[in-house]
Each structure stands twice: as structure tokens, then as C-alpha cells.
């Protein structure tokens, strides 16, 4: 959402607010929604391990129970993003020209953290029962409904940085109404019920003890990406709105990435719940040549052609010279972050993610 958003605004509405809606605004959203993302992931894992050794009565329980907690925390995250942001915004140097934009940008689209969090954690409990499919299909069509819906209140209406903002909360609802409608079918293995959907205190224990730390670690990033974004916005906007291009592309190889990161972490669960431990040790070399080629091919791509990539965002001289030194300086090493993405993965769906929260908030973050 938020790429198609930066590209709408970088061409229609200017680098002021290219440099809001991708940079500034970006590292704020991350970091409250990472820790929910980080979150469901203890939901995918324990699902799948139910699933795994056939436990139905129990997956149900955890399913209820994580669509109580994408509820809950969807509310909260709702109320204290729109309280905290512009506060937030000056903290960290925002500068007077992106301002306004940043903060309009932040609080509309925290009104949509209920359906971004629904959408998280049905798309997670799809796919730890193996069904990759219609969590894709969901999202392609809530996308495209984003991409008319930029072009109709920019375009048409020039409602500007509140036109994407509105854009991206109807797309998340439409992700949230499709996926939800999917859980709830009466033939699936696990069909939710309104009047089931509450928390189990053994559960919700057992999701939180998974998925807190890797919600912690992805925030661990976060925050360094809160002080390095300070630091960027005192060199100027044609360097703020450079870094937005750039986190833009860059966003293509992480997102990626962390799939490798959620897929081996599923198989893992499945597998290590129903004691396949073979299967499991060999899905970690596979799943990190698969990871490594992808490093490697996203690496060449974007030192080949970093002009045409970045001009999707803006064709301002400045904002291309900045962003094409960024990229050249820093994609190059893509595949040194495979091992982490992969074996944390594979350590957290055994049930371990502590372990993988400590390594990356030493070797990554601290360093």
C-alpha cells in the first residue's frame, strides 16, 4: 500500500509529500504494527503445530483467541498511533514542509489498524494450514482497489497525502471483510464463530511466549531505522524524499525475505509438531539457497538499473543522484542477512524465539 501510495504523491503532489507519506510516516507505522506482526507469527506457529499433530480442538481454541488479540490490539494501536504522531513527527526533526503531511498521512491510516491486523492474522492461521493462496489473492485485490482509489481522490478529487491515506484504510478493509469471510466458512477446519472468539488464557500464553520476542526483534530494527531516519531528515528533504525512494525499492527484497522467513517458520512448526524432525533440518538448507538466489538476483537488479527504479518515485536530478548512491552503496549485500532471516525462522517454529531476538538484537541491531 505504502509503495503505490509514494508513487502517486512523488509524481501528483510533489517531494515534499514523497518524503512524508514513504520516510517519515513509515518508521512510526513500523513500529507499532511490526509488534503485532511479530505477534501473529506465535499465532502461525502454535496453529501449525496443532495442525501438525492433528490437535483440531486446540487449533480452534488458538484461532478464537488470535482474532481476539488482532481485535484488541488493532483498538489500541488505533487510539495511541493518532495520539503520539505529531508529537512523534517533531521528536524526530521532521521538517516543516513535510510536516503536515506526515501527520494527516499517520493519523488516517491509523484508523485502519483493526482491518491491518485482522487481515495479519487470518492471512497467518490460512497459512499455517497450508494455504498460501488466498491470503495472496485477498491482498492482490485489496492493492488494486488501492491503486483506483489513489488515482480517483488524487488525481480526480486532489485530496493529496488524505486522498492515498483514505485509499489505504478502504483497501485494508476490503483485506480484513475477504479474509475474515474465509475463516468463517462452516466447512472450514477451524470456522470461526462470533460467539467463540474470546481469550484462553493458556493460549493466549502460549502466543504471546512465541510471539512477543519476534514481535521485540522486528521493533529492534524499527527503532534503529527511527534514529537513522532522524538523522536523514536533518540533511534535507531531497534526502529525505532519496531515502523514501530508496526504502521503497529496498522494502521489495525485505518483504521477500521475511517470507522465506515466514515459510520456513510454517513448515518447521508442521513438521516439528508432527515429529518429522528430518524433514525439518532439511527445509533450512533449502529454504536458504532459495533465499540466497533471490539476495543475489535482487542485488543485480537494483546496481544495474537504479535510475529507472528510482524514477517511479520521482524525476527530480537531486532526489535521483542521492538515491542511486544509496542504492549502489548498500544492496550489494543482501546475502549476509540470509542465514539470520532463515535460521531464526526455522528456530521459531520449533517454539524458540527468544533465542533468535537475542542474536539479532546484538549482531543487528546493537552493532
Same mark, same amino acid.
Given at each position: 500500500?505504502?509503495?503505490? &501510495?509514494?508513487?502517486?504523491?512523488?509524481?501528483?503532489?510533489?517531494?515534499?509529500?514523497?518524503? +512524508?507519506?514513504?520516510?517519515?510516516? =513509515?518508521?512510526?507505522?513500523?513500529?507499532?504494527?511490526? !509488534?503485532?506482526?511479530?505477534?501473529?507469527?506465535?499465532?502461525?506457529?502454535?496453529?501449525?503445530?496443532?495442525?501438525? @499433530?492433528?490437535?483440531?480442538?486446540?487449533?480452534?481454541?488458538?484461532?478464537?483467541?488470535?482474532?481476539?488479540? @488482532?481485535?484488541?490490539?488493532?483498538?489500541?494501536?488505533?487510539?495511541?498511533?493518532?495520539?503520539?504522531?505529531?508529537?512523534?513527527?517533531?521528536?524526530?526533526?521532521?521538517?516543516?514542509?513535510?510536516?503536515?503531511? +506526515?501527520?494527516?498521512?499517520?493519523?488516517?491510516?491509523? /484508523?485502519?489498524?483493526?482491518?491491518?491486523?485482522?487481515?495479519?492474522?487470518?492471512?497467518?492461521?490460512?497459512?499455517?494450514?497450508?494455504?498460501?493462496?488466498?491470503?495472496?489473492?485477498?491482498?492482490?485485490?485489496?492493492?488494486?482497489?488501492?491503486?483506483?482509489?489513489?488515482?480517483?481522490?488524487?488525481?480526480? /478529487?486532489?485530496?493529496?497525502?488524505?486522498?492515498?491515506?483514505?485509499?489505504?484504510?478502504?483497501? *485494508?478493509?476490503? =483485506?480484513?471483510?475477504?479474509?475474515?469471510?474465509?475463516?468463517?466458512?462452516?466447512?472450514?477446519?477451524?470456522?470461526?464463530?462470533? *460467539?467463540?472468539?474470546?481469550?484462553?488464557? &493458556?493460549?493466549?500464553?502460549?502466543?504471546?511466549?512465541?510471539?512477543?520476542?519476534?514481535?521485540?526483534?522486528?521493533?529492534?530494527?524499527?527503532? =534503529?531505522?527511527? /534514529?537513522? *531516519?532522524?538523522?536523514?531528515?536533518?540533511?534535507?528533504?531531497?534526502?529525505? @524524499?532519496?531515502?523514501?525512494?530508496?526504502?521503497?525499492?529496498? @522494502?521489495?527484497?525485505? !518483504?521477500?525475505? +521475511?517470507?522465506?522467513?515466514?515459510?520456513?517458520?510454517?513448515?518447521?512448526?508442521?513438521?516439528?509438531?508432527?515429529?518429522?524432525?528430518?524433514?525439518?533440518?532439511?527445509?533450512?538448507?533449502?529454504?536458504?539457497?532459495?533465499?540466497?538466489?533471490?539476495?543475489?538476483?535482487?542485488?543485480?537488479?537494483?546496481?544495474? +538499473?537504479?535510475?529507472?527504479?528510482?524514477?517511479?518515485?520521482?524525476? &527530480?536530478?537531486?532526489?535521483?543522484?542521492?538515491?542511486? *548512491?544509496?542504492?549502489?552503496?548498500?544492496?550489494?549485500?543482501?546475502?549476509?542477512?540470509?542465514?539470520?532471516?532463515?535460521?531464526?525462522?526455522?528456530?521459531?517454529?520449533?517454539?524458540?524465539?527468544?533465542?533468535?531476538?537475542?542474536?539479532?538484537?546484538?549482531?543487528?541491531?546493537?552493532?
Amino acid at each position: 500500500y505504502n509503495t503505490v &501510495d509514494a508513487i502517486i504523491v512523488g509524481n501528483f503532489v510533489g517531494k515534499e509529500a514523497l518524503a +512524508a507519506v514513504g520516510g517519515t510516516t =513509515s518508521v512510526l507505522i513500523n513500529f507499532l504494527v511490526n !509488534l503485532f506482526v511479530g505477534l501473529s507469527s506465535g499465532a502461525t506457529v502454535i496453529v501449525a503445530q496443532h495442525y501438525g @499433530a492433528r490437535r483440531h480442538e486446540e487449533m480452534r481454541r488458538t484461532v478464537h483467541t488470535s482474532i481476539a488479540l @488482532a481485535i484488541a490490539a488493532g483498538l489500541g494501536v488505533m487510539i495511541l498511533g493518532v495520539l503520539i504522531s505529531g508529537p512523534v513527527l517533531t521528536l524526530m526533526g521532521t521538517t516543516s514542509d513535510v510536516i503536515g503531511y +506526515a501527520k494527516t498521512y499517520l493519523q488516517v491510516y491509523f /484508523l485502519g489498524s483493526v482491518a491491518s491486523f485482522l487481515y495479519n492474522i487470518g492471512s497467518s492461521i490460512l497459512r499455517a494450514v497450508g494455504d498460501n493462496r488466498r491470503p495472496l489473492y485477498f491482498l492482490i485485490a485489496a492493492c488494486l482497489t488501492n491503486i483506483v482509489l489513489d488515482l480517483l481522490f488524487v488525481v480526480v /478529487l486532489g485530496w493529496e497525502v488524505l486522498g492515498v491515506a483514505l485509499a489505504t484504510v478502504l483497501s *485494508q478493509v476490503v =483485506s480484513a471483510v475477504l479474509v475474515m469471510a474465509a475463516l468463517c466458512k462452516p466447512d472450514s477446519i477451524f470456522c470461526v464463530r462470533r *460467539q467463540e472468539i474470546r481469550f484462553y488464557g &493458556d493460549i493466549l500464553k502460549s502466543v504471546v511466549r512465541i510471539g512477543l520476542p519476534a514481535g521485540l526483534q522486528s521493533d529492534m530494527y524499527t527503532l =534503529s531505522n527511527i /534514529l537513522i *531516519q532522524s538523522c536523514i531528515n536533518s540533511f534535507g528533504t531531497n534526502t529525505v @524524499a532519496a531515502w523514501t525512494a530508496f526504502g521503497k525499492l529496498d @522494502a521489495f527484497y525485505w !518483504l521477500i525475505s +521475511a517470507a522465506f522467513g515466514v515459510a520456513i517458520t510454517t513448515f518447521v512448526g508442521q513438521n516439528f509438531g508432527a515429529q518429522k524432525y528430518d524433514r525439518v533440518r532439511r527445509s533450512i538448507w533449502v529454504c536458504s539457497a532459495m533465499a540466497l538466489g533471490t539476495a543475489l538476483l535482487g542485488s543485480t537488479l537494483f546496481c544495474l +538499473a537504479p535510475s529507472p527504479l528510482l524514477r517511479l518515485f520521482s524525476s &527530480d536530478a537531486d532526489v535521483l543522484s542521492i538515491g542511486t *548512491q544509496m542504492l549502489w552503496r548498500m544492496t550489494p549485500f543482501y546475502f549476509v542477512f540470509v542465514p539470520v532471516e532463515i535460521m531464526a525462522g526455522g528456530i521459531r517454529g520449533t517454539g524458540d524465539s527468544v533465542k533468535p531476538m537475542l542474536l539479532t538484537c546484538g549482531g543487528v541491531c546493537v552493532l
